[in-house]
């Protein structure tokens, strides 16, 4: 019998639940993909959660397997050899001070055990670093781990689109439950469904408060620019120095700095210039040769985060055949793909490792009290 799904919104985790989804060829898949803001798209994302000093066990798994799954999705996409698109480089991690990062290598190595895909760990002098990348002039020694990657959200979900016969760029302006599923409403047009995935990031209380829930989801601006290196920065590991930024080498010679993480600036996708100069100003410590290197261009998303920075994904109460996912902040490309691979496995009756996740949307999402 054919199931008639349909998901509200095109970044990582929407396009990855299509993409799975429209394998089973008795499911008819409709996506909607309006694009506004979409923090995927505007975002190369760095693959390595095993240092992260987040405590939340819950989380690190997630991010853990979230990162072992991209060579599952890379396969399934056949699109491993992109480079462009996904490259384990590995990363380079810095720390205020020695026992810092002695305490972060004590931490990869405690960690190698239940996660191979860490790599290999090393200490690398800031002459180690500098010879091996001329462009880079750190004063600090460094974490080293192969297993690091980065990869290109915007590419990744074209990708993932390719293999998809229906993609609507319109905005759903409300959905209704019906008997039989939900009935959805653009400004021109109406659908029906059995299924309803709302993978709509920071956009989701503007479908779910019409029909009496509250949301805990807010917006947090993220920006981040690109200055030309050309190709002294091929194939370079991914760097996270201590501060505010993160360094992406990309193939094609670009460097990508950023990302700002500013939770008081709403859905304003303008680029802020200033806070832009400062991102290029803190990375021209590490690179001088950026003092005499323009911005070329800039990235502005809109990530969705919860009041404890966690992520939520599965079903509401009291809202039948409709799932969720929000909340993932800066990890989303990370546990992105995991998370919509999960909600295809439980609509397809699949088991998954994640069942305690599956009724986290109610921490999240409650019935306003009337």
Not at 67 to 80: G, M, P
Not at 246 to 271: S, V
Not at 333 to 340: A, F, H, N, V
Request: charged share 25%; hydrophobic share 40%.
């Amino acid at each position: 019998m054919t199931k008639n799904i349909i998901i509200i919104g095109g970044g990582i985790v929407g396009a990855t639940t299509a993409f799975y989804l429209a394998q089973n060829k008795e499911n008819n898949v409709l996506l909607f993909d309006e694009g506004t803001g979409r923090a995927t798209s505007a975002a190369v994302g760095i693959i390595s959660p095993w240092l992260s000093q987040r405590r939340n066990k819950d989380w690190y798994f997630l991010a853990k397997e979230g990162a072992a799954f991209y060579e599952t999705l890379l396969n399934d996409l056949d699109i491993s050899n992109q480079t462009e698109l996904y490259e384990k480089t590995g990363t380079l991690l810095y720390k205020k001070t020695p026992t810092l990062l002695d305490k972060l290598e004590k931490l990869a190595y405690k960690r190698l055990k239940q996660a191979p895909t860490i790599g290999k760990i090393s200490r690398k002098s800031s002459n180690d670093v500098h010879r091996a990348l001329p462009f880079f002039h750190p004063i600090d020694e460094a974490l080293f781990i192969t297993g690091g990657a980065r990869v290109d959200g915007a590419k990744l979900i074209q990708a993932q689109k390719k293999s998809l016969a229906n993609v609507i760029e319109e905005k759903v302006t409300t959905i209704a439950p019906t008997n039989s599923g939900w009935t959805l409403a653009t400004d021109t047009q109406q659908f029906h469904c059995d299924e309803l995935i709302l993978a709509c990031g920071a956009w989701l209380p503007e479908l779910l408060t019409p029909l009496g829930y509250d949301v805990d989801i807010r917006p947090q601006k993220g920006q981040l620019i690109e200055c030309q290196l050309e190709d002294r920065v091929k194939h370079a590991p991914v760097i996270m120095p201590v501060g505010e930024i993160d360094l992406m080498p990309l193939n094609d010679g670009r460097l990508l700095i950023g990302a700002t993480h500013e939770n008081d600036q709403g859905y304003d996708l303008t680029p802020d210039w200033n806070k832009l100069a400062l991102l290029k100003q803190e990375a021209t410590e590490l690179i001088p040769e950026l003092a005499e290197t323009k911005i070329m261009h800039y990235r502005v998303g809109t990530r969705a985060y919860t009041s404890d920075f966690l992520p939520f994904f599965g079903e509401v109460d009291g809202l039948k055949n409709i799932w969720v996912a929000s909340g993932l902040g800066s990890s989303g490309l990370t546990t992105g793909p995991i998370i919509g691979k999960t909600l295809a496995d439980w609509i397809s009756g699949i088991d998954t490792p994640f069942d305690s996740y599956r009724k986290t949307p109610n921490q999240y999402i409650t019935k306003t009290n009337d």
